[in-house]
């Protein structure tokens, strides 16, 4: 079974940095593409990175410059780096996963992030 675990949220003063993790098991980690999206409480959920298998990224508009996604292959992990946070940055960020092989896309169950004024 497809496994994927988020961690690493947390409550943090506005310029403050955390650091998520996405720890996947059960799949061909090399063959996936990524993504990390937040949900805040009334709002859609939204992409803010993305990661391809080839390790080509993007971000959205509100988070270039202060986020950074990336990728361990040999550690099944991905990983999304936030600094100079804002309070509009606070939702529950969670991770998917896009497996290319067999078109399957697998999510977490989320990690709290909350920055303070």
């Known amino acids: 079974q497809v496994q994927v675990v988020e961690s690493g949220g947390g409550l943090v003063q506005a310029g403050g940095s955390l650091r998520l993790s996405c720890a996947a098991s059960?799949?061909?980690?090399?063959?996936?593409?990524m993504g990390w999206y937040r949900q805040a409480p009334g709002k859609q959920r939204d992409l803010v990175a993305s990661i391809t298998k080839g390790a080509s990224t993007n971000y959205a508009d509100s988070v270039k410059g202060r986020f950074t996604i990336s990728r361990d292959n040999a550690k099944n992990t991905v990983y999304l780096q936030m600094n100079d946070l804002e309070p509009e940055d606070t939702a529950v960020y969670y991770c998917s996963l896009y497996d290319i092989s067999s078109g399957r896309a697998y999510w977490g169950r989320g990690t709290q992030v909350t920055v303070s004024s």
């Open positions: 059960g799949v061909i980690f090399s063959s996936l593409n």
